[in-house]
């Protein structure tokens, strides 16, 4: 994957601002400092590969030695892992394949559930202050919108399934809609026969 260099590097950029910058998680940075946790996403050829050190995480995309832990996942799991809680529940559910030491993924998912999460001060290095703060500010309305306008269509839709089921016929009146129908039919059949006779003796 050609893009590849451009994620790792933002990525490695990300890791280093999120995990790096907050003296307060240097204890759980400690426990991670000269492992190997590589991540190999079921979309993408090229595994993303995190080398812990004291100042910052490198992330590779090559390594020749065996890594710590290995873990393979699909994309969309990867946010999971900023619930540390579910890590367990992921990997008996199966979205998660973790070989070699489990610690490691796990204390990769504990710094960064303590690690404090600001997207504006994130994209500042790259945008300005401002700028980042203006862009994290209409994402969170968006995403404030999108919730709304979900759960809006979701009463809706409840709503709309009631009133139906309110109008749905009982079976009382389903039998009785198909007693008249075939009357119908009947009565019908009964008038082409006369029709047929008032023709044949003409």
Same mark, same amino acid.
């Given at each position: 994957?050609?893009?590849?260099?451009?994620?790792?590097?933002?990525?490695?950029?990300?890791?280093?601002?999120l995990?790096?910058?907050?003296?307060?998680?240097?204890?759980?940075?400690?426990?991670?400092?000269?492992?190997?946790?590589?991540?190999?996403?079921?979309e993408?050829?090229?595994?993303?590969?995190?080398?812990?050190?004291?100042?910052?995480?490198?992330?590779?995309?090559?390594?020749?030695?065996?890594?710590?832990?290995?873990?393979?996942?699909?994309?969309?799991?990867?946010?999971?892992?900023?619930e540390?809680?579910r890590?367990?529940?992921l990997?008996?559910? @199966?979205?998660?394949?973790?070989?070699?030491?489990?610690?490691?993924?796990?204390?990769?998912?504990?710094?960064?559930?303590?690690?404090?999460?600001? +997207?504006?001060?994130?994209? +500042?290095p790259?945008? @300005?202050?401002?700028?980042?703060?203006?862009?994290?500010?209409?994402?969170?309305?968006?995403?404030?919108?999108?919730?709304?306008?979900?759960?809006t269509?979701?009463?809706?839709?409840?709503?709309?399934?009631?009133?139906?089921?309110?109008?749905?016929?009982? +079976?009382?009146?389903?039998?009785?809609?198909?007693?008249?129908?075939?009357?119908?039919?009947?009565a019908?059949?009964?008038?082409?026969?006369?029709?047929?006779?008032?023709e044949?003796?003409?």
């Amino acid at each position: 994957m050609l893009l590849m260099p451009l994620i790792s590097a933002t990525l490695e950029a990300v890791l280093k601002r999120l995990l790096y910058q907050d003296r307060a998680i240097s204890a759980a940075r400690e426990r991670l400092k000269g492992k190997v946790l590589r991540f190999e996403l079921a979309e993408w050829e090229t595994p993303v590969i995190l080398v812990f050190g004291e100042r910052q995480v490198d992330v590779l995309n090559a390594w020749d030695d065996v890594a710590d832990c290995t873990v393979r996942t699909r994309f969309a799991t990867l946010p999971a892992l900023l619930e540390r809680q579910r890590l367990t529940q992921l990997i008996k559910q @199966g979205f998660l394949d973790v070989e070699g030491d489990p610690q490691c993924i796990q204390q990769f998912a504990a710094l960064l559930d303590m690690a404090e999460f600001d +997207a504006a001060e994130l994209l +500042a290095p790259w945008v @300005g202050d401002i700028a980042a703060e203006g862009v994290t500010q209409a994402v969170a309305r968006r995403l404030t919108e999108a919730r709304r306008l979900l759960r809006t269509g979701q009463g809706r839709v409840a709503q709309a399934m009631t009133d139906e089921w309110r109008l749905a016929p009982s +079976a009382l009146e389903l039998a009785w809609f198909c007693d008249e129908v075939d009357d119908v039919t009947r009565a019908g059949e009964n008038l082409a026969a006369r029709l047929d006779k008032l023709e044949a003796s003409r």
